[in-house]
């Protein structure tokens, strides 16, 4: 069966540099999230999209922004680069369903490395 | 806001014991609670789900989770731990705002000794 596929898996970036990260869902999916994964942290809320909109944002830092594609795949825009920002990036699709009852499928995370 | 607390960081088991990995959610109606597994450098997959109806709830890989209402809780469990069991382990909610937003605890990485 198809899953969440994200590229690149890994990414390695000096500081002030901008990276861009891809997220393609599982067909049929309608909504996607984005979520940070520190070392030994748990995943933070990022952001999300419902039907190529904005749904809802969490901790997501000015110098990143999101976007759902047409075609509802998604990428994720980081500029100016911290240390900070190195981290896991999961993304995740699932059927929209507004009661919050959403079964996320993760993909297997892009790898930022910031030096 | 919904929260989610996993109070123990790590957990050591032997394989072939059992295991309880505790969570205690923060929310005003009935959530929507999950349980993920994330090994080492991969995503997260999903174990069980509670959306309503009977309060045990089975999942993949031999785990059921319990939710009781009066102790906010939703506790894994594992009736015999296998060596390939041995990840990190994090409960979630999701967030009934109109909008799609799943809160994960802090985490609890399981270790299992032979």
């Known amino acids: 069966a198809a899953g969440v596929i994200q590229s690149p898996r890994h990414l390695i970036k000096e500081k002030r540099e901008t990276a861009t990260l891809k997220c393609y869902p599982i067909?049929?999916?309608?909504?996607v999230y984005w979520y940070q994964q520190g070392p030994g942290q748990d995943p933070q809320f990022l952001i999300s999209?419902?039907?190529?909109?904005?749904?809802d944002k969490g901790s997501i830092p000015d110098r990143f922004s999101a976007q759902q594609f047409s075609d509802y795949h998604s990428e994720l825009n980081m500029s100016s680069l911290e240390l900070g920002d190195s981290a896991l990036y999961f993304c995740?699709?699932?059927?929209?369903?507004?009661?919050?009852?959403?079964?996320?499928?993760f993909g297997a995370g892009s790898r930022l490395t910031v030096l | 806001a919904q929260s989610v607390t996993q109070p123990d960081i790590h957990i050591t088991v032997s394989e072939g014991a059992s295991l309880e990995l505790r969570c205690n959610y923060s929310?005003?109606?009935?959530?929507?609670l999950f349980w993920y597994v994330q090994s080492p450098g991969q995503g997260l997959q999903l174990l069980l789900k509670?959306?309503?109806?009977?309060?045990l709830v089975q999942g993949i890989k031999g785990f059921e989770a319990e939710f009781k209402r009066s102790q906010s809780s939703f506790n894994l469990r594992k009736p015999s731990v296998h060596w390939s069991d041995a990840a990190e382990y994090f409960c979630?909610?999701?967030?009934?705002?109109?909008?799609?937003?799943?809160?994960f605890g802090a985490g609890t990485r399981l270790f299992v000794k032979a």
């Open positions: 509670y959306f309503s109806g009977d309060t």
């Open positions: 999209f419902y039907e190529k909109m904005q749904s």
């Open positions: 067909p049929r999916h309608d909504t």
């Open positions: 929310y005003g109606a009935t959530p929507y």
């Open positions: 995740a699709s699932s059927l929209g369903d507004l009661s919050g009852a959403n079964v996320l499928t």
């Open positions: 979630a909610v999701g967030e009934n705002t109109g909008g799609f937003k799943t809160i």
